[in-house]
């Protein structure tokens, strides 16, 4: 099968008309593009990104569907279906979602809480609109663009908070639902690099889930690469994993390993390294939208976290 028949947004690079995340046609066209499930007015430091400037507050968006099926999201109801179906979805073109950030007094936009990495040509809109109006856009993702997508939307991307749950296939496979997907860890820390070196400030999460990614090895492994790649400034965000989903048999993590984990990002030379221990994801759990009554400045959600 040519490359031409395959679409090229994400590192699945799925035969057109095969979209793993349903979100696609059989052309590769990006189906509902301005329908967004999740809306919420939060702030910079919660998703976290916490060196690129004050606290400001952002407009946080999400839709629905995923590229992957991690066992433990905290966010399945968004991520996990193909339909969107029972969310309360509306649409909003750029040009109101702008508005409404204006009128709900934030700085920015963020595009979080399903992966926005399947929803590239509608983020590419709203961002380009935003950095118009003045506004930042953070972006919150699994990091598995392809080097193409990168491209598209970089140049409109002030901030990127970016996933690497492990240096190993295996762990993306039987965690993740990332079977078929080759050389899946190397082509996510390609995504990484790709956006820090187009410019956009970069900042790691890893996720640390009990006998999974938790070993000191991992560790070591990704605060080496984080130090070799981005630079030991770049901080990095170890966050706590609660018991979600499939994986809801398995206990948060420990304060112990948080802090090991932290030591040893430290220890290979890294001079931001952050353990959150009341944090697991930027997350939706109700999805909610402006009120039915048309109120556009009355935002809620309830995170899964608090």
Same mark, same amino acid.
């Given at each position: 099968?040519?490359?031409?028949?395959?679409?090229?947004?994400?590192?699945?690079?799925?035969?057109?008309?095969?979209?793993?995340?349903?979100?696609?046609?059989?052309?590769?066209?990006?189906?509902?593009?301005?329908?967004?499930?999740?809306?919420?007015?939060?702030?910079?430091?919660?998703?976290?990104?916490?060196?690129?400037?004050?606290?400001?507050?952002?407009?946080?968006?999400?839709?629905?569907?995923?590229?992957?099926?991690?066992?433990?999201?905290?966010?399945?109801?968004?991520?996990?279906?193909?339909?969107?179906?029972?969310?309360?979805?509306?649409?909003?073109?750029?040009? *109101? =979602? @702008?508005?409404? &950030?204006?009128?709900?007094?934030?700085? !920015? /936009?963020?595009?979080? #809480?399903?992966?926005?990495?399947? %929803?590239?040509? *509608? =983020? @590419?809109?709203? &961002?380009?609109?935003?950095?118009?109006? !003045? /506004?930042?856009?953070? #972006?919150?993702?699994?990091?598995? %663009?392809?080097?193409?997508? @990168?491209?598209?939307?970089?140049?409109?991307?002030?901030?990127?908070?970016?996933?690497?749950?492990?240096?190993?296939?295996?762990?993306?496979?039987?965690?993740?639902?990332?079977?078929?997907?080759?050389?899946?860890?190397?082509?996510?820390?390609?995504?990484?690099?790709?956006?820090?070196?187009?410019?956009?400030?970069?900042?790691?999460?890893?996720?640390?889930?009990?006998?999974?990614?938790?070993?000191?090895?991992?560790?070591?492994?990704?605060?080496?690469?984080?130090?070799?790649?981005?630079?030991?400034?770049?901080?990095?965000?170890?966050?706590?994993?609660?018991?979600?989903?499939?994986?809801?048999?398995?206990?948060?993590?420990?304060?112990?390993?948080?802090?090991?984990?932290?030591?040893?990002?430290?220890?290979?030379?890294?001079?931001?390294?952050?353990?959150?221990?009341?944090?697991?994801?930027?997350?939706?759990?109700?999805?909610?939208?402006?009120?039915?009554?048309?109120?556009?400045?009355?935002?809620?959600?309830?995170?899964?976290?608090?």
């Amino acid at each position: 099968m040519s490359q031409n028949e395959r679409c090229s947004v994400c590192i699945r690079e799925c035969p057109l008309g095969q979209s793993f995340c349903q979100r696609r046609d059989d052309r590769g066209r990006l189906k509902y593009p301005n329908v967004f499930s999740a809306i919420y007015a939060d702030h910079l430091f919660d998703k976290p990104i916490v060196y690129l400037t004050k606290n400001i507050k952002v407009l946080s968006l999400g839709s629905w569907g995923c590229n992957l099926r991690c066992l433990g999201c905290q966010n399945a109801g968004l991520s996990w279906t193909t339909t969107g179906e029972g969310l309360g979805a509306r649409e909003l073109d750029a040009k *109101a =979602i @702008v508005g409404l &950030a204006a009128r709900s007094g934030c700085q !920015g /936009l963020c595009y979080t #809480y399903n992966e926005p990495a399947i %929803l590239l040509e *509608a =983020i @590419v809109d709203i &961002a380009r609109a935003a950095k118009q109006a !003045g /506004l930042l856009n953070i #972006y919150i993702t699994n990091s598995t %663009l392809t080097g193409v997508s @990168v491209q598209q939307l970089a140049p409109f991307i002030d901030a990127v908070a970016a996933d690497i749950k492990s240096l190993e296939d295996g762990f993306y496979h039987l965690y993740c639902g990332a079977e078929g997907i080759s050389d899946v860890a190397q082509k996510i820390l390609s995504c990484i690099r790709l956006f820090h070196e187009a410019g956009c400030h970069v900042e790691v999460r890893t996720n640390v889930i009990p006998s999974a990614n938790d070993k000191d090895e991992n560790f070591r492994g990704i605060a080496d690469w984080i130090r070799t790649y981005l630079g030991e400034k770049t901080p990095w965000h170890i966050t706590r994993f609660f018991p979600a989903h499939r994986l809801s048999h398995v206990p948060a993590t420990s304060t112990q390993t948080m802090l090991k984990a932290q030591a040893i990002g430290l220890k290979a030379g890294l001079k931001h390294v952050h353990a959150h221990f009341n944090k697991g994801c930027d997350c939706a759990n109700e999805a909610s939208l402006i009120k039915a009554d048309g109120d556009e400045n009355h935002l809620s959600a309830k995170s899964c976290c608090e």
